[in-house]
């Protein structure tokens, strides 16, 4: 049943939280551990509406897995061993289980239709079909989105390896083309041009495997012989999910938060370049690195004295799920924000420049849509009612933005919040804030 999110203007917001496992290593930890041949174990997973998919999928190919504690123990016959599904794979709202799918099924050669919701389906996904047909996937997608129909491949028909250009940064079509080209008889480059999330290369470097990197955003992967071994893993806290309680603190009267075990990688950190850019009261601290991935520590405080700036280019790259949250801290700031290049947003879990500046102007953002982003003139919000689309990242935006608002704030569909980070509401009752749900009954 749909809900609404209540929230009420918040001042002192206070406390030290964990943000959830961090959904893009979530996504890539259970489908290496499903692809490796013996018992894995991942610390952290985040366990939540948008991984559930990759573990159904994964129990459908013969892989099994339990919960011990916190712990997710993954035992998989290896990929080379996994059985074709019997009936389509459901990947939910989640594009990155598609795409990442898509691209471990090519490397294991079975048949397979992935499919998804309403909102999934109108994902572009030529993007990753194309590249894999290249490859030598028997693959299509339906007038370029989903569904993704695999064929069976000939255990004699390798997949051929080669160069592959990006038209547009996207670590989900790169990691695509790295997972199948697992199985290909020669080395995969990708070439992007932009700097997305490396996950998957510094795992498969972790891994041991043969991972060149030279200057330039280009990665080349040489397939290994033989099946990959079994990984353990303890995964920092989601960025992401962290952004929404930093900027929560940011806009908050007399607000202080502090966030532990928080990953820190750079292609993950634009968020925090553009707040301090505005002037935010934050700090970070790196405290280690595990798997090559580095997480600290990060600090924010109430800063009154927000100001404007221009976002464009690789910033725009390196903070691609966080503009939701930087549009609600925008709208607090002094003076105009500008955002540049930033088309992809329109095809992400919502069309987050069209979603995003209409729902903030309902709540009485000065706000403008452009082709390539917006324009957010700063002064505040006024509160009101706003719809969250099936988009989690709007939900959780929107949320933050009743908290410095001058009124209260009502979410419409805010329940989405869980398929990324299911403790969002407690979290933010924890450091103080009146916020709650109530579900709202259909006609
Ligand atoms: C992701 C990559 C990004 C991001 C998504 C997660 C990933 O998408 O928006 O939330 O885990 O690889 P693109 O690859 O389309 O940029």
């Given at each position: 049943m749909p809900r609404v999110i209540h929230v009420h203007p918040a001042r002192g917001l206070r406390g030290r939280l964990i943000p959830p496992g961090d959904k893009s290593l979530s996504h890539r930890a259970l489908l290496l551990a499903g692809m490796a041949q013996?018992?894995?174990?991942?610390?952290?997973?985040?366990?939540?509406?948008?991984?559930?998919?990759?573990?159904?999928?994964?129990?459908?190919?013969?892989?099994?897995?339990?919960?011990?504690?916190?712990?997710?123990?993954?035992?998989?016959?290896?990929?080379?061993?996994?059985?074709?599904?019997?009936?389509?794979?459901?990947?939910?709202?989640?594009?990155?289980?598609?795409?990442?799918?898509?691209?471990?099924?090519?490397?294991?050669?079975?048949?397979?239709?992935?499919?998804?919701?309403?909102?999934?389906?109108?994902?572009?996904?030529?993007?990753?079909?194309?590249?894999?047909?290249?490859?030598?996937?028997?693959?299509?997608?339906?007038?370029?989105?989903?569904?993704?129909?695999?064929?069976?491949?000939?255990?004699?028909?390798?997949l051929r390896g080669g160069v592959f250009r990006l038209p547009v940064a996207s670590a989900q079509v790169k990691t695509a083309i790295l997972l199948a080209g697992l199985a290909a008889s020669e080395p995969v480059t990708v070439i992007e041009p932009g700097p997305s999330r490396d996950h998957t290369e510094r795992l498969l470097a972790g891994w041991g495997l043969q991972v060149d990197r030279p200057a330039g955003h280009q990665v080349t992967l040489t397939p290994p012989r033989g099946p990959l071994s079994p990984l353990a893993l303890r995964l920092p806290g989601d960025i992401s999910s962290a952004a929404f309680l930093i900027v929560a603190a940011l806009i908050t009267p007399d607000a202080h938060v502090v966030i532990e075990d928080v990953g820190l990688n750079p292609t993950r950190t634009g968020l925090l370049d553009a707040l301090r850019a505005m002037?935010?009261?934050?700090?970070?601290?790196?405290?280690?690195?595990?798997?090559?991935?580095?997480?600290?520590?990060?600090?924010?405080?109430?800063?009154?004295?927000?100001?404007?700036?221009?976002?464009?280019?690789?910033?725009?790259?390196?903070?691609?799920?966080?503009?939701?949250?930087?549009?609600?801290?925008?709208?607090?700031?002094?003076g105009p924000t500008y955002v540049h290049d930033a088309q992809e947003l329109r095809y992400k879990e919502s069309?987050?420049?069209?979603?995003?500046?209409?729902?903030?102007?309902?709540?009485?953002?000065?706000?403008?849509?452009?082709?390539?982003?917006?324009?957010?003139?700063?002064?505040?919000?006024?509160?009101?009612?706003?719809?969250?689309?099936?988009?989690?990242?709007?939900?959780?935006?929107?949320t933050v933005?009743?908290?410095?608002?001058?009124?209260?704030?009502q979410v419409l569909g805010g329940e989405m919040y869980r398929e990324s980070y299911p403790s969002f509401l407690a979290d933010l009752q924890r450091l103080g804030a009146s916020v709650g749900e109530e579900e709202v009954p259909t006609a």
């Open positions: 013996g018992e894995s174990r991942l610390t952290r997973v985040l366990r939540a509406g948008v991984t559930e998919p990759m573990l159904r999928a994964l129990t459908a190919l013969g892989v099994t897995w339990r919960w011990d504690g916190d712990t997710l123990v993954v035992d998989s016959p290896g990929y080379q061993a996994w059985r074709a599904p019997s009936a389509t794979l459901d990947c939910g709202h989640s594009g990155t289980t598609m795409r990442l799918l898509a691209g471990a099924l090519a490397a294991a050669g079975l048949p397979a239709v992935l499919d998804g919701s309403l909102g999934l389906r109108r994902r572009p996904m030529r993007r990753v079909t194309e590249p894999l047909r290249k490859m030598g996937v028997p693959i299509r997608d339906t007038d370029g989105h989903a569904p993704l129909i695999l064929d069976a491949r000939p255990p004699t028909q390798p002037g935010a009261r934050l700090t970070v601290e790196p405290l280690g690195e595990r798997y090559g991935e580095p997480w600290g520590r990060i600090t924010a405080s109430y800063t009154p004295d927000l100001h404007g700036i221009t976002v464009r280019g690789d910033l725009v790259v390196r903070m691609i799920d966080e503009f939701p949250i930087f549009a609600v801290a925008a709208t607090f700031a002094h069309d987050r420049i069209a979603r995003l500046v209409h729902e903030l102007r309902a709540l009485g953002a000065a706000m403008n849509e452009r082709p390539d982003g917006f324009v957010a003139y700063g002064g505040g919000l006024r509160g009101g009612t706003a719809r969250a689309h099936g988009d989690h990242r709007l939900a959780m935006a929107l933005a009743g908290l410095a608002a001058q009124g209260p704030v």
